[in-house]
């Protein structure tokens, strides 16, 4: 059985969800506030997190990049901020789905399914290309004694580049591979964690290798 973690501040919503969830099939922990939830996360392993931004002793941006230091659990943001900014936030600090609140409980189930499906069809197999090791295992890039940690979506996205060298990935097809494609996804959502990759990619001197071909999509 799945178990979610959910982080939210709200009485009645922690209720209403832990309850939904328990019988849409998952186990739930919904943890004291008082408590360090990066220990929480630690001692309770959970397959995913649902995460509100708005929460009394730290705000749930800074405490995704907390967790992101240690654990690649799936993340989704849950809240009442409705703005732009603040998903492109929520995504920049690690965050792998961001749902506004009011939300609708089997649209949220859907969502959970989809990226706990994701995340399970993960290949163990390692994968080279020039010399870049990337490690599914333990969700690791590896270049000249170097190393990145990526999240569930970089790894998925560096994984399927590299099945595919010299082959131009066009984003609706990068999309697709990644969230199932029967949820609809902002297109900027994949312009988000291909910045990121790129970034981390740079810090251990991979530079340049994934290219944008303007108005087609994605090349290595």
């Known amino acids: 059985m799945k178990q979610i973690l959910i982080i939210e501040d709200d009485e009645i919503i922690r209720s209403e969800l832990s309850q939904f969830l328990n019988n849409a099939g998952y186990e739930t922990v919904v943890p004291d506030l008082q408590q360090d939830m990066t220990d929480v996360v630690n001692e309770t392993y959970p397959d995913l997190i649902l995460l509100d931004i708005n929460l009394p002793y730290q705000d749930g941006y800074t405490l995704c990049r907390q967790i992101r230091q240690f654990s690649q659990t799936p993340i989704i943001f849950i809240t009442a901020r409705d703005t732009a900014m603040d998903e492109l936030n929520g995504l920049m600090m690690g965050g792998d789905d961001y749902i506004r609140k009011p939300y609708n409980l089997p649209v949220l189930i859907a969502r959970i399914e989809a990226l706990l499906r994701r ?3 993960r290949d163990d ?3 080279e290309y020039h010399g870049i090791l990337l490690d599914p295992i333990t969700a690791t890039m590896l270049y000249n004694g170097s190393s990145a940690e990526l999240s569930k979506t970089e790894l998925k996205i560096t994984y399927y580049l590299f099945q595919h060298p010299g082959k131009i990935i066009p984003r609706i097809e990068l999309i697709e591979f990644l969230w199932d494609n029967h949820i609809h996804i902002d297109d900027n959502t994949l312009s988000v964690h291909m910045t990121r990759l790129r970034e981390k990619m740079g ?8 290219r944008t071909k303007r108005g ?3 090349i290595i």
């Open 216 to 218: 087609m999509g994605y």
């Open 119 to 121: 995340t399970d069809k």
């Open 203 to 210: 810090q251990i001197g991979v530079k340049g290798l994934i």
């Open 125 to 127: 197999v390692s994968i």
